[in-house]
Nanobody, 123 residues
Framework: QVQLVESGGGLVQPGGSLRLSCAAS????????LAWFRQAPGKEREFVAR????????YYADSVKGRYTISRDNAKNTGYLQMNSLKPEDTAIYYC????????????????WGQGTQVTVSS
């Protein structure tokens, strides 16, 4: 069982930056792939980025490629999402999720979820 807790959300102006954190409860964190998803009001939950268990492989949605960076520190049982050049359309609740399955982008492939953190991009 992996419990995840996100933090770092908030209100930021367009063009600004935020770093989200995802703290895991278990040392088995190093054995799971980690992903970030987001869900805007009235929209389906969408894939943002994922990183392999070792941290050696990453993959991004086209909408965030070049602006977001996913990373992890297995020694601290923590994952991160650095978000730069934020746009109003990035506004959503951001969720981190973990899976023992590699290379997945569908929410249904992720077993463990955090409670989400709100990111609002507005002037």
């Amino acid at each position: 069982q992996v419990q995840l807790v996100e933090s770092g959300g908030g209100l930021v102006q367009p063009g600004g930056s935020l770093r989200l954190s995802c703290a895991a409860s278990e040392r088995t964190f190093s054995g799971v792939a980690l992903a970030w998803f987001r869900q805007a009001p009235g929209k389906e939950r969408e894939f943002v980025a994922r990183i392999s268990a070792s941290g050696g492989g990453t993959y991004y949605a086209d909408s965030v490629k070049g602006r977001y960076t996913i990373s992890r520190d297995n020694a601290k049982n923590t994952g991160y999402l650095q978000m730069n050049s934020l746009k109003p359309e990035d506004t959503a609740i951001y969720y981190c999720a973990a899976s023992y399955l590699p290379y997945r982008r569908s929410p249904s492939d992720y077993t463990y979820w955090g409670q989400g953190t709100q990111v609002t991009v507005s002037s």
